[in-house]
């Protein structure tokens, strides 16, 4: 076996959640530029600021507007999402997360939930429509990244920073390259570690997130919190990005179809803590 | 006379092909020995099981479990 490599690591707070970026064979500089693209991307897709250009794009009002390339992609990623997931991904639940009282940072904590407003969400393809260099989202629809858009940056993050790195966005993540020892990035799932090369993984979870009997996975079925009976899982597929997706679709499928589902969609996967509802 | 016995021949021989292929088709639905399984189909044994902290982490054949310490974990954020 080959000796380990040096492992350069960098962890920082951003994305509302904690970041770590490794890399062996790249100088410690370059982590620190990937922070700054972290918090740059953040900054365009956060809802929570005014100025962002999601927050732009929901108060177009059913205008098209220019959007960066970065966007473009973003948005022609979580239709392709909607679409591989049934619609059970789905990126239009703005007003359903109001509705639950995430109407801010949870470090600032939740609003009252008015869950009589939430409704089933609407088709994603009906309400958004996206096109070079632009998007239109329907008056009445409102976006949030926040359940696809970590996944989504660990993956750029790391064709970015270098040929042997690892990019972890609370726990979505992404390994590229052979890893310290030449085996791959060893990264623990569920409780055991698991060896990746060129594979990402995440979790979706109902237990963080989470204040009284509201939590922030919204099931587009009801556009209420998810109670399927699964309370999380955590996904290993050939990116971060397909990850987060698989996870979240099997947790919305609950305890029946999901072991089936993952069966048929992951590299590897744990399901913890199902539950009666 | 000669044509009607082709004729009835052929259609015996297909009648007994169409037959034989059928019970064969349906007493052989899957085939454990084929390269390309649907994974979906071997839900509960594609891959190896490992029983962890409050579950069942299953990995499949492209991921290898490791028995070094994680850099880094998946985790609900």
């Known amino acids: 076996m080959p000796p380990e490599s040096a492992i350069e690591s960098h962890h920082f707070e951003a994305l509302g959640t904690s970041c770590s970026l490794f890399s062996v064979g790249r100088p410690y500089d ?15 897709f956060t809802r929570f600021s005014a100025e962002s250009e999601l927050s732009r794009l929901n108060a177009s009002a059913g205008r098209w507007i220019a959007i960066g390339e970065e966007m473009e992609a973003m948005l022609r990623d979580a239709l392709r999402a909607y679409e591989k997931s049934g619609g059970l991904v789905n990126i239009a639940v703005l007003g359903s997360m109001m509705a639950a009282g995430y109407t801010r940072p ?6 009252v939930a008015v869950l009589e407003s939430a409704r089933p969400l609407p088709a994603l393809p009906d309400v958004l429509q996206v096109r070079d260099g632009g998007a239109r989202l329907h008056p009445r629809a409102g976006l949030d990244l926040g359940g696809v858009a970590k996944g989504w940056m660990a993956d750029r993050l790391c064709a970015w920073l270098g040929p042997n790195v690892l990019a972890n966005l609370g726990g979505d993540l992404m390994a590229r390259g052979d890893g310290p020892g030449c085996d791959g990035w060893p990264v623990g799932l569920g409780g055991v570690t ?4 060129d594979q990402g993984a995440a979790t979706s979870s109902v237990r963080r997130r989470k204040w009284g009997a509201m939590h922030h996975l919204i099931d587009p079925r009801s556009g209420l919190p ?45 399901l913890g803590g199902s539950r009666d509802d | 006379m000669r044509a009607l016995f082709l004729k009835a021949g052929a259609t015996a021989i297909t009648v007994v092909a169409t037959v034989a292929s059928a019970l064969y088709v349906s007493s052989h639905l899957k085939n ?19 029983t962890a902290l409050g579950g069942t982490v299953t990995v499949g054949p492209s991921v290898r479990p490791g028995n070094t310490q994680p850099v880094t974990s998946t985790y609900a954020s």
């Not at chain 1, 370059?30 to 365009?44: D, F, K, N, P, Q």
């Not at chain 1, 290993?236 to 698989?246: G, L, P, R």
């Not at chain 2, 454990?32 to 490992?50: D, E, I, K, R, T």
């Open chain 1, 106 to 111: 949870l470090s600032q904590g939740p609003t």
């Open chain 2, 32 to 50: 454990p020995s084929a390269p390309l399984q649907p994974s979906v189909l071997n839900a509960n044994g594609n891959g190896s099981a490992v």
């Open chain 1, 226 to 270: 998810a109670r399927t009976g699964v309370e999380e899982v955590s996904v290993v597929a050939a990116t971060s990005f397909e990850a987060e997706v698989v996870a979240k679709t099997a947790l919305l499928l609950g305890r029946e179809a999901a072991p089936t589902y993952c069966a048929a969609h992951a590299l590897a996967w744990w």
């Open chain 1, 30 to 44: 370059r982590l620190m530029e990937g922070e700054l693209c972290v918090r740059r991307l953040g900054a365009r």
């Open chain 1, 194 to 197: 698991v060896m990746l090369r």
